[in-house]
Nanobody, 125 residues
Framework: QVRLVESGGGSVQAGGSLRLSCGVF???????????MGWFRQAPGKEREGVAA???????LYADSVKSRFAISRDKVKNSLYLQMNNLKPEDTANYFC????????????????WGRGTQVTVSS
């Protein structure tokens, strides 16, 4: 059974930093070919949106709103995904989800079939 488990969320003031982590269980990069992984977020009353994704050869994709502030990375041996979030803004407040897919020809926001349950990030002004 595939499980993605996020951690690292919390409450911070604007300008602060958080580092989200996502552990992947039941499927691995090396055995099952998880090629693309990503972070998505959903704020109350809003649609889920892509935040950052990492694909083949560690190519990356970022939403315009987080470029230069957030950095995605992964540890293929530990089967983990990370999101370093700096200079956080109140508009970053949302539930953050980790996602993964083995079917990935290029990094994008679509085609993710494994999802975590999310970790809440709250940024106060």
């Amino acid at each position: 059974q595939v499980r993605l488990v996020e951690s690292g969320g919390g409450s911070v003031q604007a300008g602060g930093s958080l580092r989200l982590s996502c552990g992947v269980f039941g499927v691995s990069y090396f055995i099952d070919g998880i090629r693309c992984m990503g972070w998505f977020r959903q704020a109350p009353g809003k649609e889920r949106e892509g935040v950052a994704a990492i694909g083949l050869e560690d190519s990356t994709l970022y939403a315009d709103s987080v470029k230069s502030r957030f950095a995605i990375s992964r540890d293929k041996v530990k089967n983990s995904l990370y999101l370093q979030m700096n200079n956080l803004k109140p508009e970053d407040t949302a539930n953050y989800f980790c996602a993964a897919t083995p079917a990935c020809s290029s990094v994008s926001w679509i085609g993710y079939n494994y999802w975590g349950r999310g970790t809440q990030v709250t940024v106060s002004s």
